[in-house]
């Protein structure tokens, strides 16, 4: 008898695999299961039954293919394959759900907002059908990949058989680069924004230059803006402040004062507001948005680096000399309020508003008669900016207490796919009713302090939202293909009767100017205007009160009779 036959007998040879049949095998799962949306949008338009689409169909798989091969070749060795090509099946997975379900573009501004999302979104962006989807395309996977054996080359060959890889797929990506190159071209050149949903490379291309614009922007300070601001002569006469409210994903469509089928804005309609139905946003999302409603020169000339690199509105108008403060209730003020007074309805935590860190936005207003009897007492000009929680998607019920549950059916369901299109807008019309009874809390406070304060309110909302239209849901499709839904918002004025008295402000004037198409880029110069800041980065051309001011230095004015 053998002696091997006394063995116990030996473990199942754990499969061996080279580093190069891993990057293939993944390469090919993502190209399969990946993609949907990108073949879905490159094809569009295309005939089935020609046999041209089926090649050009098969050319873009290779090219897929190669690129994640080249991709994994170069970032994956004997130790670090398993481990990303694991992160990139879980990202992957995770962006092909979300860019499933949302029609939602992965490119540098929404892996910002990805990777800026806070615990609580996060929380709500989860559902059992993301689970499920996430243990069949990552988990599964990444199971069978754990148990394979990577083999283990001597150096020179590995290098060999590496270089040898990356060469040939280079010379099939560049071969299929000259066999498409036509209709390649043009698929690019007219939907350029189709790169953003090649699945996983995206996340890694679009978080390399967020990191990448983030090390450049570190390394330099801000740029001074105005620093020859100063407030014009009747900022000393009585105590003002100015209360810029910055609404979230609150779409023009669905704004009642602005001729939706629903009064979704019954307390602002029973107050003299001015209401500016057409407003268009800089931004479909708010890292882009807010940093740029902030700023001189947003969409009309757009410049992201020079943003981000620059001093805010608020930095100005505090060293103009006014008392600047930003109160959250959403994710941060995204740099608008560096180094400036500041603070979070959720640090407040007013009794009754919050729940795990969410708020309702009437913790915005929490202690304002207080604030408001302070600057009665202590004078001066304060600008308050309160960053609403507004409409944020998708969990649109949760914005609003019950009392506000006014439209139903409403989706109570954090997932929107498990909602009709009219549960989906009559939850999110239920928020908008909540946002219209905060600014109309707000107001009536304002009025309240009327005799003591001088005050203004200018509401804006930082982007709309899609809500099934064309197939799309929440926002941040890029800004040159955007949908009206994503880009017009609502925008609401408001003064106690001191206010446009000791600007000299012709507040018909100013009705008659609403009435006309305005931007975000609007907002920096009216700001300045409504108080009567005197700098060199004024533009009058972009100030709303232009010509509707009498005092105005610099402003053409035109006398208020
Ligand atoms: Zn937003």
């Not at 029609?103 to 979104?121: H, I, K, S």
């Not at 207490?401 to 059916?409: G, K, S, V, W």
């Not at 109570?412 to 009559?426: G, H, K, P, V, Y």
Request: aromatic share 8%; charged share 15%; with cysteine.
């Amino acid at each position: 008898m053998p002696p091997s036959a006394h063995r116990p007998p030996a473990p199942p040879a754990r499969v061996g695999a080279s580093v190069e049949q891993v990057a293939a095998a993944a390469s090919l799962f993502w190209v399969l299961s990946a993609n949907p949306t990108f073949f879905r949008a490159a094809l569009n338009g295309r005939l089935l039954a020609e046999p041209s689409t089926w090649a050009f169909a098969v050319g873009l798989a290779l090219l897929l293919f190669g690129l994640h091969f080249l991709l994994l070749l170069v970032l994956a060795n004997r130790w670090t394959v398993k481990p990303v090509v694991s992160l990139l099946l879980v990202a992957g997975a995770a962006g092909t759900w979300f860019t499933q379900a949302y029609g939602v573009f992965l490119d540098p501004t929404m892996l910002r907002n990805v990777l800026r999302t806070d615990p609580a979104e996060a929380r709500e962006l989860w559902s059992w059908a993301l689970l499920a989807h996430l243990a069949l395309y990552a988990g599964l996977p990444i199971a069978l990949l754990w148990r394979l054996r990577i083999e283990h080359r001597p150096w020179g060959r590995a290098a060999l058989r590496r270089g040898a890889a990356l060469g040939l797929t280079l010379l099939l990506l560049l071969g299929l680069l000259l066999a498409m190159y036509q209709p390649l071209a043009s698929l690019m050149r007219n939907h350029r924004e189709l790169r953003y949903l090649v699945t996983p490379a995206n996340l890694v291309w679009s978080t390399g230059a967020v990191l990448a614009r983030d090390a450049r922007g570190a390394a330099r300070p801000r740029q001074p803006l105005g620093t020859d601001a100063t407030l014009g002569p009747d900022a000393g006469t009585r105590p003002r402040v100015l209360v810029l409210v910055v609404g979230e994903t609150a779409r023009a469509a669905n704004w009642g004062l602005s001729g939706y089928a629903r009064q979704t804005t019954p307390g602002l309609a029973q107050r003299e507001v001015l209401n500016f139905p057409h407003v268009t946003a800089c931004g479909t999302n708010t890292e882009t948005s807010l940093p740029c409603m902030f700023a001189p020169v947003g969409r009309r000339d757009y410049d992201e680096a020079r943003i981000r690199g620059s001093e805010s509105l608020l930095h100005l108008l505090s060293r103009a000399g006014v008392q600047v403060h930003w109160r959250d209730n959403q994710s941060g003020c995204k740099g608008v309020c560096d180094g400036l007074p500041q603070d979070t309805v959720a640090a407040l935590n007013p009794p009754g508003l919050c729940d795990a860190g969410r708020c309702l936005d009437e913790g915005l207003l929490a202690g304002l008669d207080e604030r408001l009897a302070r600057v009665a007492r202590q004078g001066g000009t304060h600008v308050w900016v309160l960053h609403m929680l507004g409409n944020h998607g998708p969990s649109y019920f949760r914005r609003y207490p019950p009392a506000f549950a006014r439209y139903q059916p409403a989706c109570r369901d954090d997932d929107l796919r498990r909602c009709s299109t009219e549960q989906i807008a009559n939850a999110y019309d239920n928020a908008l009713l909540y946002t219209d009874h905060v600014l109309a809390s707000l107001l009536a406070t304002l009025q309240a302090h009327a005799a003591q304060v001088d005050s203004s309110m200018l509401y804006v909302s930082d982007h709309g939202e899609s809500l099934g239209e064309k197939g799309l849901f929440l926002h941040g499709v890029p800004y040159a293909i955007a949908p009206d839904e994503q880009t017009q918002v609502p925008m609401v004025m408001w003064w106690s009767a001191g206010w446009p008295a000791r600007g000299a402000l012709d507040t018909a004037c100013l009705a008659s100017r609403a009435a006309q198409p305005v931007t975000h880029d609007h907002l920096f110069h009216t700001v300045l205007g409504l108080l009567d800041v005197r700098t060199q980065v004024h533009e009058p051309a972009w100030d709303l009160t232009r010509g509707c001011r009498s005092d105005a230095a610099g402003a053409p004015g035109k006398a208020a009779s």
